[in-house]
């Protein structure tokens, strides 16, 4: 069941995003009849976590024209919707942090296929206004169902720690799930992928227009979204690093927490990077950028992931030895 509930959460995901907008292509039924569906399936999950806990979140204030949206517009279709990530915190960077939000769908929601549509309407909107913010937005608003709080496995409460509520209900509850996915998993995946890469030539995580990141700068002239987006990965390292050795804390606490322990060569440059940026024309990687990354970027990734799975399996190894 819990494979069909992630499955779900991920055709939800997808079904809410612009990412979704080919369907309209054969008419305004086919939206309606993927609804259905997704209706259909939410009915039959009934998963249960372990021991209700929850995570305080401050509330947003002022306005803006995000969370007069949420407040007039998304409200009726969601239950709570919260702003996490470098714009809760105030340590963005103009035109390079994207918005990161993460938000609930009751079930009554799910369970209409009529109000599924009018969300997706809505959520597509609203990604629009994301990308007047960020163009290289490569994710929409992350959303959960109710139910995905009762058997909870998806981003980390944690990150909801420095988080900004735009629909303030009190803490949000959830139950871990028993058998829960790890930081370890998400490396390993992504070694997987640059794996690929270094035999390939072809970085295919989040691709522009179906073009993936070529490597040693190949196609610097359309291939700044996909860059931004592997490094925006390599700079998640250190949280996932922390995560995996039972040290989970938030992303902006991790960088110095973690630096002792992993070698920071290539998310220092990513650092630079993004402190540094200021536009670029289309698609192109500035030659200031390609200056700092070097060309073997592809490279230095994959050997940062390698020393950082290997060091957390060395620490989980000896946690377990030692019964912690």
């Known amino acids: 069941m819990d494979q069909l509930q992630d499955s779900l959460n991920a055709m939800i995901n997808w079904f809410l995003d612009d990412r979704s907008l080919a369907l309209d292509t054969e008419g305004e039924h086919r939206p309606q009849d993927i609804a259905k569906h997704l209706s259909s399936v939410y009915r039959i999950i009934n998963n249960e976590g372990g021991e209700m806990e929850q995570q305080f979140v401050g509330q947003f204030k002022g306005q803006s024209p995000i969370s007069e949206y949420v407040k007039y517009e998304l409200y009726p279709y969601v239950s709570r919707f919260f702003l996490h990530g470098s714009y809760a915190t105030g340590d963005f960077i103009k035109g390079w942090s994207d918005v990161d939000t993460f938000a609930v769908i009751p079930s009554d929601v799910m369970e209409s296929p009529a109000r599924l549509v009018k969300l997706r309407e809505k959520s597509i909107?609203?990604?629009?206004?994301?990308?007047?913010?960020?163009?290289?937005?490569?994710?929409?608003?992350?959303?959960?169902?109710?139910?995905?709080?009762?058997?909870?496995?998806?981003?980390?409460?944690?990150v909801l720690?420095?988080?900004?509520?735009?629909?303030?209900?009190?803490?949000?509850?959830?139950?871990?799930?028993?058998?829960?996915?790890?930081?370890?998993?998400?490396?390993?995946?992504?070694?997987?992928?640059?794996?690929?890469?270094?035999?390939?030539?072809?970085?295919?995580?989040?691709?522009?227009?179906?073009?993936?990141?070529?490597?040693?700068?190949?196609?610097?002239?359309?291939?700044?979204?996909?860059?931004?987006?592997?490094?925006?990965?390599?700079?998640?390292?250190?949280?996932?690093?922390?995560?995996?050795?039972?040290?989970?804390?938030?992303?902006?606490?991790?960088?110095?927490?973690?630096?002792?322990?992993?070698?920071?060569?290539?998310?220092?440059?990513?650092?630079?990077?993004?402190?540094?940026?200021?536009?670029?024309?289309?698609?192109?990687?500035?030659?200031?950028?390609?200056?700092?990354?070097?060309?073997?970027?592809?490279?230095?990734?994959?050997?940062?992931?390698?020393?950082?799975?290997?060091?957390v399996e060395r620490v989980q190894l000896s946690q377990t030895s030692t019964g912690r």
């Open 125 to 158: 909107r609203l990604k629009e206004m994301f990308y007047d913010i960020c163009k290289f937005q490569h994710h929409g608003i992350i959303y959960v169902t109710e139910k995905d709080l009762n058997n909870y496995d998806y981003m980390p409460p944690i």
């Open 161 to 311: 720690k420095r988080a900004k509520d735009f629909i303030p209900a009190g803490p949000i509850c959830y139950r871990l799930r028993r058998d829960k996915r790890n930081a370890l998993d998400n490396l390993r995946g992504r070694q997987r992928v640059v794996r690929e890469a270094l035999k390939t030539g072809e970085y295919k995580h989040h691709p522009y227009k179906g073009v993936g990141l070529k490597t040693r700068f190949r196609n610097a002239d359309n291939g700044m979204y996909q860059l931004h987006c592997f490094l925006a990965y390599v700079m998640l390292v250190p949280a996932l690093f922390l995560e995996a050795v039972g040290r989970p804390c938030h992303k902006k606490e991790s960088f110095e927490l973690a630096r002792p322990y992993i070698d920071y060569t290539l998310i220092d440059k990513a650092s630079n990077i993004r402190a540094g940026w200021v536009g670029n024309k289309g698609n192109v990687i500035p030659l200031w950028v390609q200056d700092i990354l070097g060309p073997y970027y592809i490279e230095e990734f994959s050997t940062l992931i390698d020393s950082v799975i290997g060091r």
